[in-house]
C-alpha cells in the first residue's frame, strides 16, 4: 500500500507541478511567500488525498472483479458437477 501512495503522490506532484502556475494567479504578486506556501501546501494535499481515493476506488473494484470472477467458478463447477451426476 505504501507503493501506492508514493505513486499516488508522485503523480500528485507533477499534476501540481504542471498546473501550480495557472492555480496561483489567486494569489497577487504582493502577498507573502508564507502565505503562498501554505496555499501550495494545502493545494498539493487536496491532490494528493484525491489521487489516494482514486487508488483505493480501483483496488476495491478490483477486488470486487476477482470475487466475481471466483463466484462465477464455482458455481459452473457446481453446475458441471450436477449435470454430470444426472446424466450418470
Not at 30 to 42: D, N, S
Not at 46 to 71: F, H, P
Request: glycine share 4%; hydrophobic share 30%; aromatic share 6%.
Amino acid at each position: 500500500m505504501q507503493s501506492a501512495v508514493d505513486a499516488g503522490t508522485s503523480l500528485a506532484g507533477r499534476y501540481v507541478h504542471r498546473n501550480f502556475h495557472v492555480e496561483k494567479t489567486m494569489y497577487d504578486s504582493t502577498q507573502p511567500a508564507l502565505e503562498i506556501a501554505k496555499w501550495k501546501r494545502k493545494y498539493c494535499q487536496s491532490v494528493i488525498e484525491g489521487a489516494k481515493k482514486e487508488l483505493e476506488i480501483r483496488q476495491l473494484k478490483k477486488a470486487v472483479e476477482e470475487r466475481d470472477t471466483t463466484i462465477r467458478t464455482i458455481l459452473s463447477y457446481s453446475i458441471s458437477r450436477n449435470q454430470s451426476r444426472r446424466v450418470s
